[in-house]
């Protein structure tokens, strides 16, 4: 399967783990980091999988999203930005063409993986099954001003990272976790001290709890 969004990343493989979607309870758009790919996303399954899902994880081109800090000028970082959030935002319509309903949709990203799938459900909010973001927050530089048009209407999201992550300050988690509740999602922040970039049990717990509730 690919999307067919505009370059780079318009076009590149998505692939699917978990049941097919004409037989899946929910779907999870699963987002890889910088210098990574699906594969390394879909690592996670079995570690938060829960039966009956969709997994579905685009592949970045040249595996990565954009080139640089999350936190870098907007402009400096497209067209990847633009093209990645198009491919995460077809993959819901994919999803939604399928019959399952936004609330069975989970946004799941790690690093700029987390960055781009959080950025993309802010970008178009709804009634989504959850917004999971492990160390990342919303992409923009510092100072940006987020639109906060639309409601989540009680969308678990959690945000999990290291007060310490060389690529994503604490004070961008919290931020970010400030915009998605006054956007009226249910938030939950986890800064974990001292622990590397990396998702540990206490997140991969969190996230498997969330996809049992959205697949029940």
């Known amino acids: 399967m690919t999307i067919a969004p ?4 318009g076009g590149q493989p998505v692939v699917r783990a978990g049941v097919d979607l ?3 309870r929910a779907a999870v758009i699963m987002v890889h980091g910088r210098g990574a790919g699906p594969a390394n996303i879909l690592d ?3 570690a938060i999988g829960h039966p009956g899902l ?5 592949a970045a081109s ?3 999203w954009y080139p640089k800090s999350f936190m870098a000028p907007i402009a400096e970082n497209e067209p990847g930005i633009s093209s990645g959030i198009a491919v995460i935002h077809d993959l819901v319509g994919v999803i939604t063409a399928a019959g399952i309903p936004t609330s069975r949709i989970v946004f799941l990203g790690f690093s700029q993986g987390a960055c781009l799938a959080s950025t993309a459900a802010q970008r178009r909010p709804d009634a989504y099954g959850g917004v999971i973001a492990f160390s990342g927050g919303l992409i923009g530089p510092p100072g940006t001003v987020w639109s906060e048009a639309g409601s989540f209407a009680s969308t678990p999201v959690f945000l999990g990272c290291s007060d310490v992550d060389a690529h994503v300050p604490e004070a961008r988690v919290r931020e970010t976790a400030a915009v998605f509740q006054r956007m009226g999602a249910s938030v939950t ?3 974990y001290p001292g622990m590397g970039h990396l998702v540990n049990e206490d997140e991969a717990a969190f996230a498997r709890d969330l996809l ?3 697949a029940q």
């Open 44 to 46: 996670l399954v079995p």
């Open 189 to 191: 922040t986890r800064i």
């Open 212 to 214: 049992s509730r959205v």
């Open 22 to 24: 004409d037989r899946a």
């Open 54 to 58: 969709a997994y579905l994880a685009p």
């Open 62 to 64: 040249g595996g990565t």
């Open 6 to 9: 505009a370059a780079p990343h």
